[in-house]
């Protein structure tokens, strides 16, 4: 990276997309490969490199992993370019795409491949590409949240294409959980990898870019989650110290809640300690906690303030609640029903992946736990729930994470030819810790 003078993150951010673009149009390998940290960007190259694909006469399927994620790139598509034609292809499923889509004559849909075959941009899930036969391979792909499709996916319609950009982020939650996959570890043809993972395990010498701005994470946060969770590709924040501010109309009454509430405001994180204590998964106390938090966070009227942009209300619709477990959202989203707390978004790492919000207030994932299991110590789980914000990050833990974790040191095989891509969980929560308790606060 370049040093602090020097970096112009609007600079370092347009000389990645010219790189990545002057590949995927001019390059000879059959796939790019981009990894893209939180907020980056990543909807919005897909979207610029599906119009300059287009723009150069190149017909062009997109493969995304889930049919919120395709409806949303092709609203992105049709809003940026409205004369585009877009073909969105479905399953025969009742209510298969989002009706938001009946809005624009330009989107065409059908649950053939053929009858949107000769349509500039088809955009579809993995899982519905996989059953196109009998049509003629398209020239270009992108493939959209590459980490998140498995290997087998990729090879099911690698037919289909005769080059791709693959983008995604490396450092988010696999959507599939791995059962007895041990004995394919390391193998080039292991069925258990990453499309990305086995792409690059056959075709090492593909070009490899990254997208060095996360415009998400503020100051105070990217270089946390950078070092922790991206240390073999680090990034900057698109704005420096000072740039954001979270400011609040009404003071603090000097509780707990509003002594962390004002830490966060001012550093951009803040720690809510309760006392060190084994507890159920669903902690009555924590999930108090956190509805009280959220509470105080409405009624204290907050307004954020970003570089550009006019002031904005810190409504509850710029404000989630994130969890490892959906018993546990769904403990907090009745505990917060009670405090007459509602559009406050309640939801596992799992479901917020890809999503921002001004505020975010986090149950630890350790918290009160009597053991550190692979699940909670998964560092996609932990680096999601610690990079959701604009402005701050509340968490609420008990006491005694530390020597937990020092109790259960990470016993994670090293595997040969597998490569690492950041550290485990173990090691990205002692550096995430660490950080919070500096801006602890005790109840």
């Known amino acids: 990276m370049t040093d602090d003078v020097a ?47 287009v723009a150069a006469g190149r017909r062009l399927m997109i493969v995304a992993q889930t049919n919120a994620q395709v409806d949303d790139l092709v609203l992105r598509l049709v809003a940026k370019d409205p004369e585009l034609p877009v073909g969105r292809l479905h399953s025969s499923d009742q209510d298969a795409y989002d009706p938001a889509l009946d809005a624009y004559p330009q989107v ?81 043809h292991d069925p258990s990898a990453s499309a990305v993972a086995a792409l690059l395990a056959h075709n090492p010498d593909l070009p490899q870019h990254r997208l060095p701005v996360s415009w998400r994470l503020p100051a105070s946060a990217a270089p946390l989650v950078s070092a922790a969770f991206y240390p073999y590709t680090p990034f900057r924040s698109g704005t420096g110290p000072g740039d954001r501010s979270l400011g609040f109309a009404a003071p603090g009454d000097g509780s707990s809640y509003d002594a962390v509430i004002d830490e966060a405001a001012r550093s951009g994180w803040g720690l809510l300690e309760l006392p060190a204590k084994l507890t159920p998964r669903t902690d009555p106390e924590a999930v108090g906690a956190i509805a009280r938090l959220v509470r105080r966070l409405l009624d204290r009227e907050g307004t954020s303030v970003s570089p550009g942009e006019d002031a904005v209300p810190l409504t509850a619709a710029r404000v989630a609640v994130g969890t490892a477990h959906r018993d546990q959202a769904a403990a907090v989203r009745e505990a917060l029903a009670a405090l007459d707390v509602t559009d406050v978004t309640v939801d596992t790492a799992n479901r917020l992946q890809g999503r921002e919000y001004d505020v975010t207030v986090v149950l630890h994932p350790l918290s009160g736990r009597p053991d550190a299991t692979d699940f909670h110590l998964e560092t996609g789980r932990l680096c999601v729930l610690a990079s ?50 500096e801006h602890r606060v005790g109840v």
């Open 388 to 437: 959701r914000h604009r402005h701050a990050c509340l968490v609420v833990c008990r006491a005694g994470v530390a020597e937990l974790l020092d109790a259960h040191p990470s016993t994670e095989p090293v595997r040969l030819g597998v490569e690492l891509r950041f550290p485990d969980g173990w090691e990205a929560h002692h550096a995430v810790l660490a950080r919070l308790g």
């Open 108 to 188: 065409v849909k059908s649950s053939r491949a053929g009858d949107l075959a000769e349509l500039p941009v088809v955009v579809s899930t993995a899982a519905k590409w996989a059953h196109v036969r009998d049509v003629e391979p398209w020239p270009h792909a992108i493939v959209d949240e590459a980490y998140q499709m498995r290997s087998d996916a990729l090879l099911a319609v690698a037919g289909l294409f005769e080059r791709a950009l693959f983008v995604g982020d490396p450092g988010q939650l696999d959507p599939f959980a791995l059962v007895g996959a041990d004995q394919w570890a390391g193998l080039a």
């Open 7 to 53: 970096f112009d993150p609007g600079a370092e951010a347009a000389r990645a997309t010219e790189a990545i673009l002057a590949d995927t149009l001019h390059g000879t390998h059959r796939g790019v490969v981009v990894d893209s940290p939180p907020g980056a960007g990543k909807s919005t190259l897909v979207v610029r490199a599906a119009r300059e694909l």
